[in-house]
């Protein structure tokens, strides 16, 4: 079945950088794209970026633009986020998601990883 | 960026009733773009309606969506326990995802 696993919980200072990473199995690797949301504790859910894995190209949220850098690796199959500058903002749970080219909408989703953001 | 605002915040409602939910746009939203989610509790979101008002694989059809322009609904009938979950609807446009702020359904 399809399935994207995302790498384990994480804690990092303020102005650190962070890098997690999302498998994915189940399909052919660069016929989706995959995307990177967040929701922060008890908060809605907000997109940051995404990459076509079939041809490394991303698409970032202009309020991320200069802090963000998705990227894949056929190879594996994965995908990975690099977010910098890290303030308390960030304590967020990250998810990867899987999109349909052109569909717009999110599906399966990873099962989340906790970026905790503190001194 | 288009906001979308989700009311009511929360919905308190017994089984089998019938839920409402709604979604407004900032500006106008391309139906094809616009999705509904459900997220429980310590889960991520699962993706319900896309398109405005297609169910997606699995969905049982006591979940509709309809609307254009501005008004999106979500509508979950026949209650059932297991439908207790936040609701958040979604759109592209302008070359960004925005996500509403979401309805807490509580089944009674």
């Known amino acids: 079945q399809v399935q994207l696993v995302q790498s384990g919980t994480e804690v990092k200072r303020p102005g650190a950088s962070m890098k997690i990473s999302c498998k994915a199995s189940?399909?052919?690797?660069?016929?989706?794209?995959i995307h990177w949301l967040r929701q922060a504790p008890e908060q809605g859910l907000e997109w940051l970026g995404r990459?076509?894995?079939?041809?490394?190209?991303?698409h970032y949220s202009r309020h991320f633009q200069n802090r963000i850098t998705v990227t894949s690796d056929t190879s594996t199959s994965t995908v990975y986020m690099e977010l910098s500058s890290l303030s308390s903002e960030d304590t967020a749970i990250y998810y990867c998601a899987r999109e349909i080219p052109e569909t717009t909408w999110f599906d399966p989703w990873g099962q989340g990883v906790l970026v905790t953001v503190s001194s | 960026d288009i906001v979308l605002t989700q009311s009511p915040g929360t919905l308190s409602l017994s089984p089998g009733e019938r839920a409402t939910l709604s979604c407004r746009a900032s500006?106008?939203?391309?139906?094809?773009?616009l999705t509904w989610y459900q997220q429980k509790r310590g889960r991520a979101p699962r993706v319900l309606i896309y398109?405005?008002?297609r169910r997606a694989t699995g969905i049982p059809d006591r979940f509709s969506g309809s609307g254009s322009g501005t008004d999106f609904t979500l509508t979950i009938s026949g209650l059932e326990p297991e439908d207790s979950a936040v609701y958040y609807c979604q759109q592209y446009g302008s070359a960004l995802y925005t996500f509403g702020q979401g309805t807490n359904l509580e089944i009674k």
């Open positions: 990459i076509d894995p079939s041809n490394g190209h991303t």
């Open positions: 398109g405005t008002s």
């Open positions: 500006q106008s939203v391309n139906t094809n773009y």
């Open positions: 189940g399909y052919i690797f660069t016929t989706f794209l």
